[in-house]
């Protein structure tokens, strides 16, 4: 009798590691992607805790890297800072740091500064990346004249004078400009879907990529399909960038390539002359793709689902985040490739 209540127990205890085991979900292998000098592997378990979860909660949110090489990201909890190993080492959780739909980091005489777009408070921020501290606010510039009775930025950048441009994309489209100090200087930009006009300008950076600098926009709304814009630092329209992109929501920027996730599930590269060279973590499954209800038991290595934002690394790796409602952040590492034009 006794053996056999030992044999029940040994059972049920295995059971138990089983099941426990199960749930924590190994990492799979690699997955290669991308062709050419923009061919990447991903890095199965990256950011996840010890136990295989995810560390930061729901994301609808950026990646930047500081110059020591840490990733920061922001969920709808707050923001969190990766090593570039995948451990969590610091974070910014609740208050000002909820809610950044998009976040720029810039180099300054008084340290590293994180900008940030607070789409569901109606202002821009600027803190301190090593400390926290909220050094300036944008709120809605009165002084515009516009009288708007909704503000949703969803995206800022800085130009190099440190003059500060914010989307109001999920509202009136307009995108506004301050100087460093945030004194409101001018707007542009309405809702529409013209050829000088914004359907949602959901993502924006500085594309360095040229001289003059100009403004790198994400019309992600634009019908039939989504597209980017080049637009001056004096918000005049240069021209129609590139369209079919599906839903481009953000854009980062290195050397003379661009990187463009696409809410439809892919992140697409483009070179100096806005050509596709590569398509990224493409999902084919309509019911898995823009889709924020997707949990982690049913991610996809080398898929992605909602693709919102990225950022590459000092050594060409990206960061990219789904909007998720488990919380993805992967990271991809730059294969090396044989010929004249190898990858790094």
């Given at each position: 009798?006794?053996?056999?209540?030992?044999?029940?127990?040994?059972?049920?205890?295995?059971?138990?590691?089983?099941?426990?085991?199960?749930?924590?979900k190994?990492?799979?292998?690699?997955v290669?992607?991308?062709?050419?000098?923009?061919?990447?592997?991903?890095?199965?378990g990256w950011?996840?805790?010890?136990?295989?979860?995810?560390?930061?909660?729901?994301?609808?949110?950026?990646?930047?890297?500081?110059q020591?090489?840490?990733?920061?990201?922001?969920?709808n909890?707050?923001?969190?800072?990766?090593?570039?190993?995948?451990?969590?080492?610091?974070?910014?959780l609740?208050?000002?740091?909820?809610?950044?739909h998009?976040?720029?980091?810039?180099?300054?005489?008084?340290?590293?500064?994180?900008?940030?777009?607070?789409?569901?408070?109606?202002?821009?921020?600027?803190?301190n990346?090593?400390?926290?501290e909220?050094?300036?606010?944008?709120?809605?510039?009165?002084?515009?004249?516009?009288?708007?009775?909704?503000?949703?930025?969803?995206?800022?950048?800085?130009?190099a004078?440190?003059?500060?441009?914010?989307?109001?994309?999920?509202?009136?489209?307009?995108i506004f400009?301050f100087?460093?100090?945030?004194?409101?200087?001018?707007?542009?930009?309405?809702?529409?879907?013209g050829?000088?006009?914004?359907?949602t300008?959901?993502?924006?950076?500085?594309?360095?990529?040229?001289?003059?600098?100009?403004?790198?926009?994400?019309?992600?709304?634009?019908?039939?399909?989504?597209?980017?814009?080049h637009?001056?630092?004096?918000?005049?329209?240069?021209?129609?960038?590139?369209t079919?992109?599906?839903?481009?929501?953000?854009?980062?920027?290195?050397?003379?390539?661009?990187?463009v996730?696409?809410?439809?599930?892919?992140?697409?590269?483009?070179?100096?002359?806005?050509?596709i060279?590569?398509?990224?973590?493409?999902?084919?499954?309509?019911?898995?793709?823009?889709?924020?209800?997707?949990?982690?038991?049913?991610w996809i290595?080398?898929?992605?689902?909602?693709t919102?934002g990225?950022?590459?690394?000092?050594?060409?790796?990206?960061?990219?985040q789904?909007?998720?409602?488990?919380?993805?952040i992967?990271?991809?590492?730059?294969?090396?490739?044989?010929?004249?034009?190898?990858?790094?």
């Amino acid at each position: 009798m006794l053996r056999q209540i030992h044999v029940m127990l040994l059972v049920s205890l295995t059971t138990l590691i089983v099941a426990t085991r199960s749930a924590a979900k190994e990492p799979g292998a690699a997955v290669r992607m991308g062709c050419g000098i923009m061919t990447f592997d991903t890095v199965p378990g990256w950011g996840l805790r010890p136990d295989g979860s995810s560390a930061i909660g729901p994301t609808h949110g950026a990646v930047v890297i500081d110059q020591a090489g840490n990733i920061y990201t922001s969920a709808n909890a707050g923001v969190f800072v990766f090593s570039p190993s995948g451990s969590v080492i610091q974070s910014y959780l609740g208050g000002d740091y909820t809610n950044l739909h998009d976040m720029e980091i810039r180099k300054e005489a008084a340290g590293e500064f994180i900008y940030a777009a607070r789409n569901q408070n109606a202002e821009g921020i600027k803190f301190n990346a090593h400390s926290g501290e909220v050094v300036l606010r944008l709120p809605f510039p009165e002084e515009s004249g516009l009288g708007l009775k909704s503000f949703n930025p969803t995206a800022i950048t800085v130009a190099a004078n440190g003059d500060i441009f914010l989307s109001n994309g999920y509202a009136s489209n307009h995108i506004f400009k301050f100087d460093k100090n945030g004194k409101y200087l001018l707007h542009f930009g309405e809702k529409g879907n013209g050829m000088k006009q914004f359907n949602t300008a959901h993502g924006m950076t500085l594309d360095t990529r040229y001289e003059p600098a100009r403004l790198l926009i994400c019309d992600r709304n634009h019908q039939p399909k989504g597209r980017l814009l080049h637009y001056s630092l004096d918000g005049e329209f240069i021209e129609e960038v590139i369209t079919g992109l599906g839903m481009p929501t953000s854009v980062a920027i290195q050397g003379d390539y661009v990187s463009v996730p696409d809410l439809h599930g892919r992140l697409v590269i483009l070179d100096k002359s806005n050509t596709i060279m590569a398509v990224l973590g493409h999902n084919p499954d309509p019911a898995k793709r823009g889709n924020f209800n997707v949990p982690q038991a049913d991610w996809i290595e080398g898929v992605f689902s909602g693709t919102h934002g990225s950022f590459w690394d000092a050594e060409g790796n990206l960061y990219v985040q789904d909007w998720n409602v488990s919380g993805r952040i992967m990271k991809l590492v730059r294969a090396r490739t044989n010929g004249p034009n190898a990858g790094r």
